[in-house]
């Protein structure tokens, strides 16, 4: 089994519904985040968390919300799609005893917003 | 702060000839140093990392990177490319202590046969 999923793997919304992303990890570890990638942009930081308390904006946080449920789920939100939304969104982990800060991701979610 | 520059957003390699990837890094502290490989319809997973115990780095499938610090370099290479090997690659960068990592704007490697 993965240790790192996300569902759906793909969705096609429109322009104002409500989306909701999920990931869940039987990693163990502490440190969850969202990325978005878009061609020739690379992977931005949408939103990070150490702990279950402890939730943080990345570069690119608007129009996002998150929710971290427990230490093995951290969901993403849109509150209201828009279509420059449509990208392919990761969640990853980290564990905070590795001082690198190796990541590890799931399969993404190709989301499109009509 | 950290940046990281790939240079190249497309490579175009026969099989059997050399794979070369270019990224330089910036960091105000020393840095530790990855690639990334995305496989189609996959997500990230780690090629290798540099964290200072060695400047050359050995990682899966035959590649290596060498950290070079006079031209804050950390090049992917590898010697004979096979078509397996097409996917996207990515250069990331976090500093010491760990938080955060900057990810490159990604290499998309093709390999002819």
């Known amino acids: 089994d993965a240790d790192v999923t996300q569902t759906p793997r793909n969705r096609i919304t429109k322009t104002g519904k409500r989306i909701m992303l999920e990931c869940s990890q039987t990693?163990?570890?502490?440190?969850m985040y969202w990325y978005r990638q878009d061609p020739g942009l690379g992977l931005r930081l949408i939103y990070y968390?150490?702990?279950?308390?402890?939730?943080n904006k990345g570069e690119i946080s608007d129009g996002y919300s998150v929710s971290r449920q427990a230490q093995a789920k951290f969901s993403l939100s849109l509150e209201s799609a828009i279509p420059n939304q449509t990208a392919l969104y990761f969640c990853?982990?980290?564990?905070?005893?590795?001082?690198?800060?190796?990541?590890?991701f799931g399969p993404g979610t190709r989301l499109t917003v009509l | 702060a950290q940046s990281v520059t790939q240079l190249g957003s497309h490579v175009s390699v026969s099989e059997g000839a050399l794979v070369l990837l270019r990224c330089n890094y910036s960091?105000?502290?020393?840095?530790?140093l990855f690639w990334y490989v995305q496989y189609p319809n996959q997500g990230l997973q780690l090629l290798l990392k540099?964290?200072?115990?060695?400047?050359l780095v050995k990682g899966i499938n035959g590649f290596e990177a060498e950290f070079k610090k006079s031209e804050t370099s950390f090049h992917l290479t590898k010697p004979s490319a096979h078509m397996s090997d097409a996917a996207e690659y990515f250069c990331?960068?976090?500093?010491?202590?760990?938080?955060?990592?900057?990810f490159g704007a990604g290499t998309r490697l093709f390999v002819k046969a």
């Open positions: 990331a960068v976090s500093g010491t202590g760990g938080f955060k990592t900057i």
């Open positions: 968390s150490f702990d279950v308390k402890d939730i």
């Open positions: 960091s105000s502290v020393p840095p530790y």
């Open positions: 990693k163990g570890h502490d440190r």
């Open positions: 540099y964290t200072s115990a060695a400047t």
């Open positions: 990853a982990t980290s564990d905070p005893r590795d001082n690198t800060d190796t990541q590890y």
